[in-house]
């Protein structure tokens, strides 16, 4: 059978298109995680849309015009990180080993070419042994490991939770530890701003990473955007003589995934550290959800294994690890030389 690939863009891809995409890319997801719970379409289109990137996507279609494999390609809006491309690629389990992935991977060659790009960037899990060997083959090398860790919420120690929160004033004076649900207000956003462009540059990373400038103004995008899908609760830890927020730990779910707390970060500065603000904040942001949430049944957090500190925190909560996620990088040059062996 033969295949093409057909560039499509969301915005203006009718609904039954974008529909037959969305369900490869879950049916993908449940490999990767099989306690995923599918995206509907309204949440597809929002969580893949955020701002901070240009991407160009791609489908490949069979003979019949069925949706056969996907790919995302995509790189940062700011100038940062100029010599990456980073790359997407999903293939329909049923038509894997039939050079699919192969013609993605060209595919995204030419547009890194096209953009004077060197370096692309790709990513799998090891919950998927054909993305690992896929990854392998092709020369790429592991330059990031995010082990995803999970908590049964029952497992929670509430106690544990209670006395952390109840600790941070003494452990941390001269700091508050404020607490925030749903959408940010647009005081925090500056120093918002300011707490991601440390994640940035501070977090484990390939490198040669470059961290982008984040302003308000972009944190004010990702709020219209993958705020509107999820329910927020955030404990941000503010220094209170000159009120600047030095740390934060936020809480996510889905709401049509209400099983699911999502991590999505926990960060101090690091001019700030060693008084236990981390755990103030979880214990804070913890005890909330607890409060506020019902239907959860665990919480997920992702975290590079080389994170001792934050490692240590959950490990105290009793997160236990469940898969690995990795980002792996190949030289254009390289991947090209594994294409052109492929189709000679």
């Given amino acids: 059978m033969s295949y093409r690939i057909e560039e499509v863009a969301f915005e203006d891809l009718p609904e039954d298109e974008l529909a037959e995409i969305l369900a490869l890319v879950n049916r993908g997801s449940h490999e990767e995680s099989p306690r995923h719970v599918n995206l509907t379409l309204d949440e597809f289109r929002m969580f893949s849309t955020g701002p901070g990137f240009i991407q160009r996507r791609f489908r490949v279609v069979d003979e019949t015009g069925r949706v056969v494999a996907f790919s995302n390609t995509r790189y940062h809006d700011d100038g940062s990180d100029p010599e990456v491309l980073m790359c997407q690629i999903r293939v329909d389990a049923e038509v894997r080993r039939q050079g699919i992935g192969t013609l993605l991977l060209g595919n995204a060659i030419g547009v890194a070419r096209s953009l004077g790009r060197n370096t692309l960037q790709l ?26 860790n999970t908590l049964k919420l029952d497992d929670l120690d509430v106690e544990l939770m209670n006395r952390w929160a109840n600790e941070g004033p003494s452990k941390a004076p001269g700091y508050r530890a404020d607490l925030y649900e749903g959408r940010w207000p647009e005081e925090i956003l500056e120093g918002m701003a300011r707490l991601y462009f440390i994640l940035d540059r501070d977090s484990p990373q390939a490198e040669g990473h470059e961290p982008r400038e984040w302003t308000a103004d972009l944190i004010r995008q990702f709020l219209d955007t993958f705020m509107a899908g999820v329910d927020s609760l955030m404990a941000l830890a503010v220094h209170e003589e000159s009120g600047v927020p030095v740390g934060m730990s936020q809480l996510i ?64 909560m009793g997160f236990e690890h469940e898969y690995t996620f990795f980002e792996s990088e190949v030289s254009v040059d390289r991947a090209s030389e594994f294409v052109a062996a492929r189709q000679n």
Wanted: charged share 20%; hydrophobic share 45%.
């Fill in 253 to 316: 779910r889905r709401r049509t995934d209400l099983s699911k707390w999502i991590v999505t970060t926990t960060m101090v500065d690091p001019d700030h550290r060693g008084k236990s603000l981390g755990r103030w904040i979880k214990g804070v942001v913890n005890l909330a959800a607890l409060d506020r949430w019902e239907g959860g049944v665990y919480q997920e957090t992702a975290n590079a294994q080389i994170n001792a500190p934050m490692l240590a925190i959950n490990h105290e």
């Fill in 123 to 148: 990513y799998h899990y090891d919950t998927v042994p054909a993305a690992a060997a896929f990854i392998e083959v092709i020369g790429a090398k592991p330059v990031l490991q995010m082990h995803v």
